[in-house]
């Protein structure tokens, strides 16, 4: 009873199995490695990790201890009873209480204990061999005899009558020893092969695993900066909407104050012209020509250009000053045109075609270098190491750290290709055109199909695009060049992903019409820049 009881406590709670390199978790409770490593990593993201014995709940991924005590008691109990765990078959003839079997006998069919086993038979036909529940597969079904050769034509195991006088007479032949033994080492072979392809496996998954904690983190900076951004948004649109709230306010009251004024000086213009009116009333009324006559004359009563003024006053003073208004709300635009600067870049120096670099036929580059045109007349440029062979260019600025994108106009166009280099490209042969080679990236108009090419590798995209812009992004440290057709919404077509080893140059090739660079290129704020 003891010895069952001690076996019961060396079980792990997760796979019934006695522990194999057992770890304690905090609350005390223990578990295979391997079991309780599958468990945490199921509750991964649900928001806490727990036990599966009593429940206790852990915020972080907990702590494995390797239970060293634990791991010298497992040793020592495998190493005193092998038999009964890795079988657990027991004597034949032990009946008034179970024994773990030492051996089996094919003859008899029954397993023996250490003591049974001393008494056994020790006559060769009396075959021993590892305790086994299926003492029966170890004999021949026709002959009843145990099985001591494999017949290599059949591939099947047999007894010595069927090499004599039975089906497999004449065949070839080898011991069950041997062939187990030329078997094993096949499954050796295999074994070593497998083994070599899981850890290539676990390699790939922990890589993979990184990559996921590297875009986690990236996604939670990304969205730290948006946040905050946002946060700063609102905060300039309060202050934004106060500010012409009080300005409305402000206006309101001076035009009103304004009117008031007018209001009261007009209210005693009516009081003097009630009384002026009243005067004349009178004067109208009487009969004594003589105080009538020596009246003074009435016709300043009457000023027209007064009464202009006064309107003149209100019609000016009736109506909000609009444009001030308008004014202020064109902050907006500020702010707009400063979220796609505070959540991916800041301006930086604009973009230029290197004419050095232009190829000698068929391609004319603007003015200001930021286009680039097919001609039918040769350029008659010098002819230098610098020099594309083929109507390409790129730009006079390269790239060697931090996030940027670029933009191309391509409406004019149906046939180019827009992408990054090295500047160690090459610059003649069929290998210098850009896509061509492992040294460019391209994405690639021909007509109406599109596609992505690196190093003469193409990719198809899909047939529906309608692509009058273009956009090119490069995170450098992180190896990745994008494309984007600038529809709407704006629509990711593909990303490369690499190890660079040198800067990079933005290049553009044209076979018909002409396509244009924007002319600003935009740069990451630097981690821990004001925006």
């Given at each position: 009873?003891a010895?069952?009881d001690?076996?019961?406590?060396?079980?792990?709670?997760?796979?019934?199995?006695i522990?194999?390199?057992?770890?304690?978790?905090?609350?005390?409770?223990?578990?295979c490695?391997?079991c309780?490593?599958?468990v945490?990593d199921?509750?991964?993201?649900?928001?806490?990790?727990?036990c599966?014995?009593?429940?206790?709940e852990?915020?972080?991924?907990?702590a494995?201890?390797?239970?060293i005590?634990l791991?010298?008691?497992?040793?020592?109990?495998?190493?005193?009873?092998?038999d009964?765990?890795?079988?657990?078959?027991?004597?034949?003839?032990?009946i008034?209480?179970?024994?773990?079997?030492?051996?089996?006998?094919?003859?008899?069919?029954?397993?023996?204990?250490?003591?049974?086993?001393?008494?056994?038979s020790?006559?060769a036909?009396?075959?021993?061999?590892?305790?086994?529940?299926?003492?029966?597969?170890?004999?021949c079904?026709?002959?009843?005899?145990?099985?001591?050769?494999?017949?290599?034509?059949?591939?099947?195991?047999?007894?010595?009558?069927?090499?004599?006088?039975?089906?497999h007479?004449?065949?070839?032949m080898e011991?069950?020893?041997e062939?187990?033994?030329?078997?094993?080492?096949?499954?050796?072979n295999?074994l070593?092969?497998?083994?070599?392809?899981?850890?290539?496996?676990?390699?790939?998954?922990?890589?993979?695993?990184?990559r996921?904690?590297?875009d986690?983190?990236?996604?939670?900076g990304?969205?730290?900066?948006?946040?905050a951004?946002?946060?700063?948004?609102?905060?300039?649109l309060?202050d934004?909407e106060k500010?012409?709230?009080?300005?409305?306010?402000g206006q309101?009251?001076?035009?009103?104050?304004?009117?008031?004024?007018?209001i009261?000086?007009?209210e005693?213009?009516?009081?003097?012209?009630?009384g002026?009116?009243?005067?004349?009333?009178?004067?109208c009324?009487?009969?004594?020509?003589?105080?009538?006559?020596?009246e003074?004359?009435?016709?300043?009563l009457?000023?027209?250009?007064?009464?202009?003024?006064?309107?003149?006053?209100v019609?000016?003073?009736?109506?909000?000053?609009v444009?001030?208004?308008?004014?202020?709300?064109?902050?907006?635009s500020?702010?707009?045109?400063?979220?796609n600067?505070g959540?991916y870049?800041?301006?930086?120096?604009?973009?230029?075609l290197?004419?050095?670099?232009?190829?000698?036929?068929?391609i004319?580059?603007s003015g200001?270098?930021?286009?680039?045109?097919?001609s039918?007349?040769?350029?008659?440029?010098?002819?230098?190491p610098?020099?594309f062979?083929?109507?390409?260019?790129?730009?006079?600025?390269?790239f060697?750290?931090?996030?940027?994108?670029?933009e191309?106009?391509?409406?004019?166009s149906?046939?180019?290709r827009?992408?990054?280099?090295?500047?160690?490209?090459?610059?003649?042969?069929?290998?210098?055109?850009?896509?061509?080679n492992?040294?460019s990236?391209?994405?690639?108009?021909y007509?109406?199909?599109?596609?992505?090419?690196?190093d003469?590798?193409?990719?198809?995209?899909?047939?529906?695009i309608?692509?009058?812009r273009?956009?090119v992004c490069?995170?450098?440290?992180?190896?990745?060049?994008?494309?984007?057709?600038?529809?709407?919404?704006?629509?990711?077509?593909?990303?490369?992903?690499?190890?660079l080893?040198?800067?990079?140059?933005?290049?553009?090739l044209?076979?018909?019409?002409?396509?244009?660079i924007?002319?600003?290129?935009?740069?990451?704020i630097?981690?821990g820049?004001?925006?």
């Open positions: 009873m010895s069952a001690l076996r019961q406590e060396l079980d792990c709670s997760i796979c019934l199995s522990y194999t390199d057992p770890v304690t978790l905090r609350c005390g409770h223990n578990f490695r391997v309780i490593d599958r945490l199921t509750q991964e993201g649900a928001g806490a990790y727990t599966p014995d009593c429940r206790a852990c915020q972080e991924h907990p494995l201890i390797r239970n005590p791991c010298n008691i497992v040793g020592r109990f495998l190493s005193t009873r092998p009964q765990e890795e079988t657990g078959i027991f004597c034949t003839y032990c008034h209480s179970p024994v773990p079997a030492a051996k089996s006998c094919l003859l008899c069919e029954a397993s023996l204990c250490d003591n049974h086993l001393r008494v056994h020790k006559s036909e009396h075959v021993l061999c590892d305790p086994s529940t299926a003492l029966g597969n170890r004999k079904s026709v002959h009843k005899k145990v099985l001591e050769y494999y017949c290599i034509e059949d591939a099947a195991c047999i007894c010595v009558s069927c090499c004599l006088i039975g089906e007479r004449g065949h070839q011991s069950l020893d062939a187990s033994e030329k078997k094993k080492e096949k499954l050796r295999v070593q092969k497998l083994t070599t392809k899981r850890a290539e496996t676990e390699k790939r998954v922990q890589s993979l695993q990184e996921r904690r590297e986690q983190g990236k996604a939670a990304v969205t730290e900066r948006v946040t951004l946002f946060r700063d948004i609102r905060r300039q309060e934004l500010r012409v709230l009080s300005e409305i306010s309101e009251q001076r035009v009103s104050l304004s009117v008031c004024d007018l009261q000086q007009l005693i213009k009516k009081d003097e012209l009630s002026k009116m009243l005067h004349i009333d009178e004067l009324n009487m009969s004594d020509p003589v105080t009538v006559s020596q003074p004359d009435t016709g300043d009457c000023d027209t250009e007064d009464a202009e003024r006064h309107d003149n006053k019609h000016g003073a009736r109506d909000l000053d444009g001030l208004i308008s004014g202020t709300l064109h902050t907006l500020d702010i707009i045109t400063d979220i600067i959540i870049a800041q301006e930086a120096t604009d973009l230029v290197d004419v050095t670099t232009a190829g000698n036929n068929s004319h580059i200001d270098r930021k286009s680039v045109s097919w039918d007349i040769k350029q008659n440029r010098p002819v230098t610098e020099r062979q083929y109507n390409q260019v790129i730009t006079t600025r390269r060697s750290s931090g996030r940027h994108y670029w191309v106009d391509v409406s004019k149906v046939r180019w827009v992408g990054m280099c090295y500047p160690s490209i090459d610059r003649r042969g069929a290998q210098s055109a850009i896509g061509y492992n040294k990236w391209c994405l690639c108009r007509y109406n199909q599109y596609s992505v090419i690196h003469r590798t193409e990719i198809q995209l899909p047939a529906n309608l692509c009058d273009v956009r490069l995170d450098y440290e992180a190896g990745q060049l994008s494309f984007y057709s600038l529809c709407d919404p704006i629509r990711h077509l593909h990303t490369y992903t690499a190890v080893t040198e800067p990079l140059h933005a290049a553009l044209v076979r018909e019409g002409s396509i244009n924007s002319s600003r290129v935009m740069k990451e630097p981690s820049s004001e925006t």
